[in-house]
């Protein structure tokens, strides 16, 4: 089976399905949360009880919500590209540019996370194929509401921000002001000349 042609509404193949009782979810989604923040500071090999533990959950809780460091890594993949999906339809109500910018910032916060988590998961090729979807699908259309505006260039393709924001993710900053202001820099590129 195929990809969907990129930036194309499809139904997710992949999904991250938290748990029913709020209390489990809330374990389910501190997890996610203290795994992405030791994925971004510690890379692929932070420790998971290390991660129980900025969760506030014993092992057992990890073990039982994600049976191995592999579900962990795809469940952090995915609620991160929903969370981009999500914050597209958030910003659709802003300005073009805000809403792109905004977006954008948030795209290279997540694009540093997928970075420590990609040698893990890159054998799951349909559901990268699945994220690159969802991503385009929300990214394409706040680019093309800030081009139509004439906020952003017109010579700018969705594809030439994924680059841009992987190699922005890509280096070792020393500080995340030093990130900040070369994103900065970046999105100057975009923005179309006065």
């Known amino acids: 089976m195929g990809a969907t042609e990129p930036g194309t509404r499809a139904e997710p193949r992949f999904t991250v399905r938290r748990p029913a009782r709020a209390d489990a979810r809330r ?6 949360d203290a795994a992405r923040e030791a994925f971004g500071a510690e890379g692929a090999g932070a420790s998971l009880e290390g991660i129980a533990r900025r969760a506030g959950v014993n092992i057992a809780t990890l073990y039982r919500n994600f ?27 802003l300005e073009p540019w805000d809403a792109l910018e905004g ?44 081009q139509g505006a004439g906020k952003a260039r017109d010579d700018v393709s969705f594809d030439d921000i994924l680059f841009l924001v992987n190699g922005v993710s890509g280096a070792n900053f020393v500080q995340e002001a030093q990130r900040d202001r070369v994103l900065a820099m970046a999105l100057d590129g975009i923005k179309a000349q006065k």
């Open 27 to 32: 374990n389910f989604d501190a997890l996610l």
């Open 103 to 146: 977006w954008l910032r948030q795209f290279v916060s997540y694009a540093t996370t997928k970075k420590a988590i990609y040698d893990a998961v890159a054998h799951r090729e349909e559901m990268f194929v699945t994220g690159r979807d969802m991503i385009h699908a929300a990214g394409r259309p706040l680019l093309e509401r800030a």
């Open 67 to 93: 049976p191995t460091r592999q579900h962990l890594f795809e469940a952090v993949y995915l609620d991160e590209v929903e969370a981009l999906a999500r914050m597209a339809a958030e910003l659709s109500g």
